[in-house]
């Protein structure tokens, strides 16, 4: 099958755009340095040509909200546009799991966006909502990391190994559109400071973890908001088992 990954050079979809050459598809690759823009639609008509499925695995900046809401709205409008005139038959959108109940946070209102076009746009679709990946916790520490010094907030999370995620989408791009997909996450539920910790050791690298709610991530994150929901695909890999091949 011909198959674009949009992010094809990210974290997520480079990993998708291997599993799916692995399984013998050929794979368009997707990315502003790749000389296609989502944000403007500048070469995805060239892009797109004779491609049956597509998984959107694209990022957008951090920002505020109004700007977030409006940069997932348009890259998505021009992708899901492009696609119906190429004949795409499958749009796959990488999601995040516990999107709809948190409010207040820019990117989710973004991805909210994301998902709302996609389920009422032209294409049949997938949306895959994932939990957070095992190197969101090291991500969201350098992120603030002044002087040796980063806050985080201890976030109950059920992270997931980036390649899991991709050999999902990978299985899922290349099957039939199922409308909302069941939550995907890793095996077991993690406190992302301690996650922060360990990674940041494992690394050899010494930074102090201020844990806070009133950093990036506020109160309406706490309690079981991220975990995943009923009926969700586990995926196999541990936190400790991806440390161990990361470090
Ligand atoms: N981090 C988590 O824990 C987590 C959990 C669940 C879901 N997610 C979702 O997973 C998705 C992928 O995350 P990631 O960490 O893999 O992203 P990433 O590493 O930041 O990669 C983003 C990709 O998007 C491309 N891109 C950005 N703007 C673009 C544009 N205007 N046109 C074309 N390509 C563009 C980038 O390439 P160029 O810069 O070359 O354009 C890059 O290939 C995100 O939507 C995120 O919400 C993340």
């Not at 004779?50 to 990022?59: C, H, L, M, Y």
């Not at 099957?175 to 069941?182: L, S, V």
């Amino acid at each position: 099958m011909r198959i674009a990954v949009a992010g094809a050079t990210g974290n997520i979809g480079a990993l998708t755009v291997a599993a799916l050459e692995r399984a013998g598809h050929e794979v368009v690759r997707i990315s502003r340095s790749l000389g296609v823009d989502l944000s403007t639609g500048e070469g995805l008509d060239a892009a797109l040509a004779g491609v049956e499925a597509v998984v959107d695995a694209s990022n957008g900046p951090a920002t505020d909200e109004a700007e977030t809401v409006a940069y997932f709205g348009a890259s998505t409008r021009n992708l899901l546009a492009a696609e119906e005139r190429a004949g795409v038959r499958h749009h796959v959108l990488l999601s995040i799991a516990g999107l709809h109940r948190v409010k207040g946070n820019p990117h989710y209102a973004g991805k909210r966006e994301q998902e709302r076009l996609v389920s009422a746009g032209p294409m049949p679709w997938t949306i895959v909502p994932a939990t957070q990946f095992h190197d969101f916790a090291a991500m969201v520490a350098s992120w603030t990391e002044r002087d040796g010094v980063a806050t985080i907030a201890p976030l109950l999370v059920q992270p997931i190994a980036p390649a899991d995620v991709a050999d999902v989408l990978a299985e899922v791009v290349t099957g039939e559109p199922r409308g909302r997909h069941a939550d995907v996450a890793g095996p077991e539920p993690q406190d992302l400071v301690d996650m922060a910790r360990r990674t940041l050791e494992a690394s050899g690298r010494v930074v102090k973890l201020v844990p806070t709610w009133s950093g990036l991530f506020g109160p309406e994150m706490a309690g079981n908001v991220l975990l995943p929901g009923d009926g969700a695909r586990i995926a196999p890999t541990t936190f400790e088992e991806w440390l161990a091949k990361s470090a």
